[in-house]
């Protein structure tokens, strides 16, 4: 099956969500500033989400710029990926440490991409609207970025990559990219907690 080069700008901007855990691991080692900084711009997209149905020369800009990346529920009115992305990125890093925040972040953001893009390109044991093969390539993705956040044991990370990339399979009422990292950082936390 050939990808929609919509579909891949999609997934390329999605897997960009990864300057978010990179820039908590590597730059901005304050937590709380790291809460506020994205707390801040999630309340400027989710402002542009409610004011873009409403306020029409927002809503042409908007379109202008985005609607070829935009799925139809997006341009419909509905809350777009990316403030998703944000409330999931503010939620994980508020809750868990800084390593599985950001193992969890890049769940969503890698491992959800190559899921994607695996079952769209290469799908053909379908589950629901999803497929085993994006579910193998997601799950080997999320287990590839694990190695470098020793202070996660082996086996909590395999099966926090194993939880997110369950989530990203199953079909769910909420956006992924909140559900993903939420999930499997309570999943590799609790883990933890138990000396795993």
């Known amino acids: 099956m050939t990808l929609k080069k919509e579909e891949i700008k999609r997934k390329i901007i999605h897997l960009c969500n990864s300057v978010i855990p990179l820039s908590y691991y590597f730059f901005i080692e304050d937590k709380i500033m ?17 004011f873009r149905s409403r306020i029409n020369w927002i809503k042409k800009y908007f379109h202008m710029f985005f609607n070829s990346m935009l799925r139809q529920h997006e341009l419909d009115g509905k809350i777009t990926g990316a403030t998703w992305v944000l409330a999931g990125s503010t939620i994980t890093v508020f809750l868990f440490n800084r390593d599985i925040a950001v193992l969890s972040l890049l769940f969503m953001s890698v491992g959800d991409t190559v899921a994607a893009l695996v079952g769209q390109k290469y799908g053909k044991i379908k589950i629901g609207n999803k497929s085993l093969e994006g579910f193998v390539g997601g799950l080997i993705a999320c287990i590839l970025v694990s190695p470098f956040f020793p202070s996660i044991t082996w086996l909590n990370k395999i099966l926090g990559s194993f939880s ?4 990203e399979l199953c079909p769910l009422s ?3 990219n909140l559900v993903i990292p939420v999930i499997s ?12």
């Open 185 to 196: 950082g309570s999943v590799m936390a609790y883990i933890k907690s138990l000396g795993l």
């Open 174 to 176: 909420i956006d992924d």
């Open 34 to 50: 790291m809460i506020w900084i994205l707390l801040i711009i999630t309340i400027i997209f989710a402002s542009i989400d409610f």
């Open 164 to 167: 997110a990339s369950l989530v």
